[in-house]
C-alpha cells in the first residue's frame, strides 16, 4: 500500500496545485500576502467550535482589518471548489463496489463496459442542479450526446408496448 501511494503521489496531490493557483490569485487581488491566505486556509479547515479556530480567527481578522471577511470568503469558495483527491477516490470506490461484489474474476472487455457505462449514464439526481439530467461525459466536455445504449450500437431507444 505504501509503494502504490509513493508511486500515486502526483495524481493524489494535484488538487493540492490547484488550490496553491487559486490561493496565489486571492493574494494577488487582494493586494495581501500569500501567507496571510494560507492562514486563512488553514483556519478554514478548523471545525467552528474549537476554540483554536475563534482564536485564530481573531489574529487574523486583527492583521488584516477592513479585507479579513472578503478575504476569507474568497478562500472558503476556493476551497469548496477544488474537488479532494481522497473524496473524489471515495466516491469511486463506492459507486464500483456494488459492480464487483458478485465478480471475482473481471477481463479488460468487463472493466471497459463498466467505464464506458459509468461515463455516459446521466445523473438522475445531484446536489450541484446543474448536473442533474448530465453524464460525467457532458460535464467533463460540455457537448450532449446521446443515450448510453445508442452510442454502443444498439439504436435508438424505442418504448416498450405493452
Known amino acids: 500500500l505504501r509503494v502504490a501511494l509513493q508511486n ?30 494560507r492562514e486563512a486556509c488553514i483556519l478554514n479547515r478548523l471545525p467552528t467550535t474549537s ?23 474568497a478562500v472558503c469558495r476556493a476551497m469548496a471548489s477544488t474537488p479532494r483527491s481522497s473524496s473524489l477516490v471515495e466516491n469511486l470506490n463506492s459507486r464500483l463496489r456494488t459492480y464487483f461484489t458478485l465478480r471475482r474474476h473481471l477481463g479488460g472487455a468487463y472493466l471497459d463496459l463498466l467505464r464506458f457505462f459509468l461515463n455516459h449514464r446521466r445523473f438522475l439526481r445531484s446536489r450541484h442542479a446543474e448536473r442533474q ?3 460525467p461525459r457532458e460535464l467533463m466536455t460540455g457537448q ?7 452510442l454502443l450500437g444498439l439504436g435508438p431507444l424505442q418504448p416498450r408496448r405493452a
Open 51 to 73: 476554540p483554536a479556530y475563534w482564536q485564530g480567527w481573531s489574529e487574523l481578522r486583527a492583521r488584516m482589518g477592513s479585507k479579513f471577511h472578503i478575504l476569507f470568503d
Open 133 to 135: 439530467g448530465k453524464s
Open 8 to 37: 500515486q503521489r502526483e495524481h493524489l496531490l494535484a488538487f493540492a496545485g490547484l488550490l496553491d493557483v487559486k490561493l496565489a490569485a486571492i493574494a494577488r487581488a487582494h493586494a495581501v500576502p500569500e501567507p496571510l491566505v
Open 144 to 150: 450532449c450526446h446521446p443515450h448510453w445504449l445508442t
